[in-house]
Antibody, heavy 121, light 107 residues
Framework: QMQLQESGPGLVKPSETLSLTCTVS??????????WGWIRQPPGKGLEWIGN???????YYNPSLKSRVTISVDISKNQFALKLSSVTAADTAVYYC?????????????WGRGNLVTVSS | AIQLTQSPSSLSAFVGDRVTITCRAS??????LAWYQQIPGKAPKLLIY???TLESGVPSRFSGSGSGTDFTLTISILQPEDFATYYC?????????FGQGTRLDMK
């Protein structure tokens, strides 16, 4: 059974870089069928797409976050990672990783449980 | 980028009611639209993709319709576990967009 699990610090200081990792189990990240994504949700608010990555390394970012976001993939560890630089309190959110079935239904069918990241000094 | 606007933003209903949520796209997106259910404290769950295809394991009381710019999610007979927030999402090339959500409360 496919599972995704986010990991990383729950507290980040303003102006620093937020770093999260998503570990994929129950399947290979090196599949041509899927893109792997990050979505966040500020407390009490809706879902915001951050970006996706393909195992080959192609990345796709939300234009509003593009200047601060880097998503990378580590095939050997079956993981992909998110870095968000120069964070502020507005970046406080639950961060989810998820799988998007590309070239089929273009929907996120598997999600991690989420990782709450608070930006505070 | 394509915008998705859901209506209503919130609604209240009784167990057993039939409810419909609408998602309108700012331009045509064919039928590449998904619906998710999110219970507080949980990750979103995929309900419907391709506008009208039920994800495996999702109860048949959920249904979706529409194409182009106007889409609907219908719950035919509300159950207690259906009170949640619902989101639409499109993929018509990047970037991905989500609707702002519709909160469904028990009346």
């Amino acid at each position: 059974q496919m599972q995704l699990q986010e990991s990383g610090p729950g507290l980040v200081k303003p102006s620093e870089t937020l770093s999260l990792t998503c570990t994929v189990s129950g399947g290979s990240i090196s599949s041509s069928s899927y893109h792997w994504g990050w979505i966040r949700q500020p407390p009490g608010k809706g879902l915001e797409w951050i970006g996706n990555i393909y195992y080959g390394g192609a990345t796709y970012y939300n234009p509003s976050l593009k200047s601060r976001v880097t998503i990378s993939v580590d095939i050997s560890k079956n993981q992909f990672a998110l870095k968000l630089s120069s964070v502020t309190a507005a970046d406080t959110a639950v961060y989810y990783c998820a799988r998007l079935w590309y070239n089929w239904n273009y929907a996120y069918d598997y999600w991690g449980r989420g990782n709450l990241v608070t930006v505070s000094s | 980028a394509i915008q998705l606007t859901q209506s209503p933003s919130s609604l209240s209903a009784f167990v057993g009611d039939r409810v419909t949520i609408t998602c309108r796209a700012s331009q045509g997106i064919g039928s590449v639209l998904a619906w998710y259910q999110q219970i507080p404290g949980k990750a979103p769950k995929l309900l419907i993709y391709d506008a009208s295809t039920l994800e495996s394991g999702v109860p048949s009381r959920f249904s979706g319709s529409g194409s182009g710019t106007d889409f609907t999610l219908t719950i035919s007979i509300l159950q207690p576990e259906d009170f949640a927030t619902y989101y639409c999402q499109h993929f018509n090339g990047y970037p991905v967009t989500f609707g702002q959500g519709t909160r469904l409360d028990m009346k």
